[in-house]
């Protein structure tokens, strides 16, 4: 039996943002994720020992980035991907996610601002990813300097970027360490609209809604991220797609029970470990879609999170 939804995290539901989209637009679930980050801004961020904002390589230009740094010596690097539906989210909303990587793997994090839609399309974001992963790869020295414990990270829209840049990491025989996908999309096949596609995936119509992300949202989200619908059986859109996850880097995959996105999420993992991945899968029991942010409210959701955050260090630490 499944466990109950933490109280806790019950009450955060109805003060979570992006609930009408009936007026929601890009600009107005940007500045929602925005206000949420500063209404925490009396909760001092964990501390890190050095911030710094710089560029990386993007697809078609240089990326606002953000390094976060524990101590001095040589440690893994991890790149990573925020989430907010591709659309919304940005270095800022995400802070304290990578400052909490940094912190509990000892990793280098560098958090990466790709272009968002509907200003820039499919593959506009996948293309930075990858490009900014490749540029970290061939920087390693100046921020963690080992090539063979780069790692990638993200949650939710960020998870689906740091999943398929893995692939094409993997195709590019540049070879990653680990990957961590926090509850990541990977199978957007019929924008979430498609009755026969939903049904492939029971959570989407046991958590369609109340529990702050809805299947709803995701259609809109993937409205704006897909200018053509048939982009999504892509697998840089929906890496469960992919002809082969073989040798993909060992991943750690997070799901939350009350989230639309659990059963791909879920199957993405099974998929990776059938590939011959080494995979450790967190089901996130009682929790919701975005409870990595939620720790400084939750014991349930950040003892779930440093789980999942200890075995990406410990991938990190064996090497590629």
């Known amino acids: 039996m499944a466990a109950p939804l933490d109280p ?41 020992d050095h911030v710094e904002d710089i560029k990386v390589k993007g697809g078609a230009g240089p990326l606002p980035a953000r390094v976060y740094r524990v101590g001095t010596t040589p440690a893994p690097t991890v790149v990573f991907f925020h989430g907010g539906g591709w659309v919304a989210g940005d270095i800022e909303t995400h802070d304290r996610q990578a400052r909490n990587i940094a912190i509990e793997t000892g990793a280098v994090v560098i958090s990466v601002d790709y272009r968002r839609p509907p200003e820039t399309r499919f593959p506009g974001a996948f293309e930075d990813a990858f490009a900014a992963v490749s540029d970290v790869f061939d920087r390693v020295a100046e921020f963690g300097g080992d090539a063979k414990r780069l790692g990638v990270a993200g949650d939710s829209a960020g998870g689906n970027l740091a999943a398929t840049t893995a692939i094409a990491c993997r195709d590019a025989g540049l070879k990653l360490a680990a990957q961590l996908l926090v509850y990541p999309v990977t199978d957007v096949l019929g924008g979430y609209a498609d009755a026969r596609e939903n049904a492939r995936y029971p959570s989407r119509a046991e958590n369609a809604d109340g529990y702050f992300l809805t299947r709803a949202t995701m259609e809109w989200f993937c409205g704006h991220y897909l200018a053509d619908p048939g982009h999504a059986s892509d697998w840089r859109v929906s890496p469960l797609r992919a002809a082969s996850l073989a040798g993909v880097a060992p991943a750690v995959v997070t799901t939350a029970w009350f989230d639309p996105l659990r059963d791909e999420g879920a199957a993405y993992a099974r998929a ?37 955050r200890a075995d990406f260090k410990a991938l990190l630490m064996r090497g590629a």
Do not use: C, N, W
């Open 272 to 308: 990776l470990e059938a590939a011959g991945v080494r995979v450790k899968h967190h089901e996130g029991p009682g929790l919701i879609h975005g409870y990595f942010g939620m720790g400084d409210a939750s014991d349930v959701a950040r003892a779930e999170a440093q789980r999942a």
């Open 8 to 48: 806790v995290i019950a009450q955060i539901i109805p003060l979570m943002p992006m609930r009408d989209l009936a007026v929601m637009t890009p600009q107005s679930a940007r500045d929602s994720l925005r206000a949420l980050a500063a209404s925490r801004a009396a909760i001092p961020p964990p501390p890190v």
